[in-house]
């Protein structure tokens, strides 16, 4: 298994323009995380899907943020207009039944907003 | 609420020195648990993970850690530190519910 492929790893743009960020879970786990971190933050849990809804979304930090999960296999970040706040690390992960199982992360989305 | 709490920020070892990294939780229910590491530049790896059979678990790269129900704990041990090990350490517990909840994480440093 290839594991969760998250792309691209590294974006760089500049303030106002729309970032989408990518990721591919693990075939069969339907369960999809996003998070973002941060030094200040740490680690933040932003959404999450299960079998393709959206179940929690209150950790997005404003409208600009938004995520879909179109299928089993893909699902998107998107921030419109991206400010430098967004600046961080953003990672996606899947699991197996819930929690139980443990998450799976991909290796992450640097993002620089000048 | 439910969380978990890892105590100390930072820890700084010598290399071959006992490795010991705090996580506590807060339940009334069994939870699973689990720890996971960071390494520069990388996503989150399982490390090992706690899911009610054995009470002390053992994970890969020579880690293990304990669950103390007594205690609320799930410290995270490793008998001999190597260089390599030096990267942030997160415990995280779950209720038997979608999400899994992660600690501040625990910067562990290892000096030559």
């Known amino acids: 298994d290839a594991g969760v492929i998250q792309s691209p790893r590294h974006e760089v743009t500049e303030m106002g323009q729309e970032v989408t960020l990518r990721c591919k879970p693990i075939?069969?786990?339907?369960?999809l995380f996003w998070y973002r971190q941060t030094m200040m933050r740490g680690l933040e849990l932003l959404i999450y899907f299960n079998n393709n809804v959206p179940i929690d979304d209150s950790g997005m930090p404003e409208d600009r943020f938004s995520a879909k999960m179109p299928n089993a296999s893909f699902s998107t970040l998107k921030i419109q207009p991206s400010e430098p706040r967004d600046s961080a690390v953003y990672f996606c992960?899947?699991?197996?039944?819930?929690?139980?199982?443990?998450?799976?992360f991909g290796s992450g989305t640097r993002l620089t907003v000048v | 609420a439910q969380s978990v709490t890892q105590l100390g920020s930072h820890v700084s070892v010598s290399e071959g020195a006992l490795v010991l990294l705090r996580c506590n939780y807060s339940?009334?229910?069994?939870?699973?648990l689990f720890w996971y590491v960071q390494y520069p530049n990388q996503g989150l790896q399982l490390l090992l993970k706690y899911t009610s059979a054995a009470t002390l678990v053992k994970g890969i790269n020579g880690f293990e850690a304990e669950f103390k129900k007594s205690e609320t704990s799930f410290h995270l041990t490793k008998p001999s530190a190597h260089m390599s090990d030096a990267a942030e350490y997160f415990c995280a517990v779950s209720y038997n519910t979608d999400k899994l909840i992660f600690g501040t994480g625990t910067r562990l440093q290892v000096f030559p």
């Open positions: 992960a899947s699991s197996l039944r819930r929690g139980f199982y443990g998450y799976t």
């Open positions: 339940s009334s229910v069994p939870p699973y």
């Open positions: 075939s069969g786990h339907d369960y």
